[in-house]
């Protein structure tokens, strides 16, 4: 390539992406760079806006283009595929853009709240390619977690935020939820306490307990003093989870 064409392009490509700080390249008439200006920017805008609806809320029309126009002109993508756009601005916001006067103090959270929908949506694992045994007993099987299931904590309470609900500070209790896609690829959401949370954690782990195993080691641990009642509790808690596609069936022999 030229010298000088490489030069025009990256003159082109950085008044784009910062025409405030950097000039249009000489020979480009302004009124065509507008047009460029203006649909490559809106094109993003528009794209991140879809993808964080929440995130956009928090924001007037003004305090949102300036936090795109950033992102836009500070961040380097990794990727030239478009649906991977929301992981960039999610990795701008977790990298480069730090606390910035006016960014809502959950705002790395939320938006990550966001974009687990999204990449869960995306993923390109099967349910129906993973081999289990869905009509084995549940306590005397392996149950196999979803690798669509997705254990998640945060300091905030990311999905009670909105424009009416706006908190300045995280609450003494951390927030436990699990995303998941079930086999009609809907992605969905449930909070967990902390014995739910502490299952779904020790069925990701994958070493090969039954189902009774693990609701024993959970007594053991809570010090329950009614295992059996425990265990009957959690077997109900499996069978909701099969029913759910969190939990897909037992490993296969």
């Known amino acids: 390539m030229p010298d000088s064409l490489r030069t025009m392009q990256y003159a082109f490509a950085a008044h784009i992406r910062n025409p405030s700080k950097q000039p249009a390249p000489d020979d480009v008439d302004d009124r065509r760079m507008r047009v460029y200006r203006n649909l490559f920017f809106n094109n993003i805008n528009r794209f991140i806006a879809n993808s964080f609806p929440i995130v956009r809320q928090m924001y007037s029309d003004s305090e949102w283009r300036d936090l795109v126009r950033e992102f836009y002109s500070e961040h380097f993508c990794r990727t030239p595929l478009f649906p991977e756009l929301p992981k960039e601005f999610l990795r701008y916001l977790q990298d480069q853009r730090a606390d910035r006067p006016g960014d809502p103090p959950f705002l790395l959270e939320l938006a990550h709240y966001e974009w687990v929908e999204l990449a869960l949506a995306q993923d390109e694992n099967e349910l129906d390619d993973i081999k289990v045994d869905r009509n084995a007993d549940l306590l005397s099987g392996v149950p196999v977690l979803s690798p669509l299931a997705w254990p998640l904590t945060y300091r905030y309470p990311v999905h009670r935020i909105g424009p009416a609900n706006q908190p300045l500070e995280p609450p003494a209790s951390a927030t436990q939820l699990l995303a998941y896609r079930n086999r009609v690829n809907k992605v969905k959401f449930m909070q967990l306490n902390d014995v739910t949370q502490w299952l ?40 909701d989870f099969l029913k759910k596609d969190i939990v897909l069936g037992c490993a296969s022999a």
């Open 200 to 239: 779904v954690t020790a069925l990701g782990e994958e070493r090969s307990l039954t189902g009774r195993q693990l609701l024993e080691e959970l007594a053991g641990v809570l010090q329950h003093p009614n295992p059996d009642r425990l265990i009957e509790s959690g077997h109900q808690l499996l069978r």
